[in-house]
């Protein structure tokens, strides 16, 4: 009986160290995998690696361009087919914008190749296939990843989420998305996004973009404007109006 007591004893004292040692391993791996995501002003994290357009450096390759960094979790994934046959579809529409697109995840360059070359031969949305142009990129390394914080602990996995980061020609981070595995982005949101950073961006006084806004509507004014007591309809004729004393609009067509 003794014995067994014992045996009882030692049994539970090894458990418990055991489950100690096997609760600081976890601890362990999820700080390990806590990469840091820069931020809304920072300047975006470079890279090079292969992709299925050659080496590329990000971003001095793109020169003063605007760039989106897209990544995704796997290759030949239902979500993240339909996501890059789409923007595959709006390339046009991104290149009048002066825009490019890049494309990230752990999948090996191999893969890549024959995942475009399957999307190539696709109709998404009764649409003709069309051929992706821009790079799909190797991030097998998992470096890019981290470097802009793809890899989130709470996820168990050396996945990539789906992040999009814009990047002005300055190769500034100017917004951040993130979307879980189940969901699909929007690109039309991107694209409505990308406008009205470039709009508020070239505009001679400093402006915003209202709740909604969409390219060719009025932008509002950061800061309102001096009123001349002599002169107070010049506002008016510069395009100005303020639906309250604390809400100034600029009209588009006077930009």
Not at 196 to 224: E, Y
Request: aromatic fraction near 10%.
């Amino acid at each position: 009986m003794k014995k067994l007591l014992v045996l009882f004893v030692i049994f539970c004292g090894l458990s418990q160290v055991f489950s100690q040692k096997t609760n600081v391993v976890n601890e362990k791996t999820k700080e390990d995998r806590n990469f840091r995501i820069p931020l809304i002003g920072e300047v975006a994290p470079s890279f090079t690696a292969e992709s299925t357009n050659g080496t590329i450096n990000f971003p001095i390759d793109y020169g003063s361009k605007w760039k989106i960094l897209f990544s995704h979790p796997h290759d030949f994934t239902p979500v993240c087919t339909t996501e890059i046959m789409d923007l595959a579809q709006l390339q046009k529409e991104f290149d009048k914008m002066g825009v490019k697109l890049v494309v990230v995840s752990v999948d090996p360059l191999e893969t890549h190749v024959q995942w475009k070359k399957a999307m190539e031969m696709v109709k998404l949305n009764n649409k003709e296939p069309v051929k992706i142009k821009f790079p799909l990129v190797d991030d097998q390394s998992i470096v890019i990843s981290k470097e802009y914080g793809m890899i989130h602990p709470a996820t168990n996995s050396s996945q990539s989420v789906r992040g999009v980061f814009v990047i002005d020609p300055e190769n500034i981070i100017r917004a951040i998305y993130f979307y879980p595995m189940q969901v699909g982005r929007n690109t039309d949101e991107i694209i409505r996004l990308v406008a009205a950073l470039q709009a508020t961006s070239t505009s001679k006084v400093r402006t915003m973009t209202p709740v909604n806004w969409k390219v060719g509507d009025d932008l509002l004014v950061a800061n309102p404007p001096k009123v001349d007591e002599k002169n107070p309809n010049i506002l008016a004729d510069e395009g100005y109006y303020n639906p309250a004393w604390f809400l100034w609009y600029k009209k588009a067509n006077h930009e």
